[in-house]
């Protein structure tokens, strides 16, 4: 499976402070997406990464992706209440068909006031 | 716009029962999808379509069909519940060139 993992599962922190989350992958993809989940809400998406980039900035999100190790991470600078929620990575499968993403379990992050 | 809409938003089914979700999209999107999410395994792809007439399996097909007869609606459906299929289901589209998913705000599908 091309499934990715994130990691940690859960993650808790206060106001203000940095929420760093990684996602690892199995297979060679054309790009890798961070989507955010509300409790009983649909996904938005967050950002996407190309398997030729680095870094991506938007606004307080940061996203590093590594090909060579197969993982990103997505950091949260100054992180607020409203952010809490899950965070999931998506990535394609380099060939595969338009859309068709593959979801990791996600990480429950809560922060607190 | 109103994105991807999704009817019900609950459902509850006996074994055995059938019933059809609905989806429909507004942005005139050439690719839906629907995927099913369970506490811990993340969001498992059913059944996609990359355009009106066609449409293929995902990672976990089985107990669902699906058609495609129209650019807007992407219908899912259930000929006979099972437990295992209780789970979250959402629907999402998206178009060439854009490659971000546009999910839908999911039905909460318990079978008793």
């Known amino acids: 499976s091309q499934q990715g993992e994130e990691d940690p599962q859960a993650l808790s922190i206060q106001e203000g402070e940095n929420a760093t989350m990684n996602c690892s992958y199995k297979?060679?993809?054309?790009?890798l997406q961070w989507y955010r989940q509300n409790s009983g809400r649909g996904l938005v998406h967050l950002i996407l990464?190309?398997?030729?980039?680095r870094e991506k900035h938007s606004g307080r999100l940061r996203v590093t992706l590594d090909t060579s190790k197969k993982s990103s991470s997505l950091l949260i600078t100054a992180s607020r209440a409203a952010d809490t929620a899950s965070y999931f990575c998506?990535?394609?499968?380099?060939?595969?068909?338009?859309?068709?993403?593959?979801f990791g379990r996600g990480t429950q992050l809560t922060v607190w006031p | 716009n109103a994105g991807v809409t999704q009817t019900p938003k609950f459902q509850v089914l006996k074994t055995g029962q059938s019933m059809t979700l609905q989806c429909a999209q507004d942005?005139?999107?050439?690719?839906m999808s629907w995927y099913r999410q369970d506490p811990g395994m993340g969001l498992r792809l059913i059944h996609y379509?990359?355009?009106?007439?066609?449409?293929d399996q995902g990672e976990v097909p089985n107990g669902y069909n699906v058609s495609r007869s129209t650019t807007e609606d992407f219908p899912l459906r259930l000929l006979s519940a099972a437990p295992s299929q209780t789970s979250v289901y959402f629907c999402?589209?998206?178009?060439?060139?854009?490659?971000?998913?546009?999910f839908g705000s999911g039905t909460q599908l318990s079978v008793l």
């Open positions: 379509s990359v355009g009106a007439g066609i449409t």
């Open positions: 998506a990535t394609d499968d380099r060939g595969s068909t338009l859309g068709r993403l593959y």
């Open positions: 990464i190309r398997s030729n980039e």
């Open positions: 297979t060679s993809i054309n790009n």
């Open positions: 942005m005139n999107h050439e690719y």
């Open positions: 999402a589209s998206t178009t060439q060139g854009d490659e971000k998913l546009f």
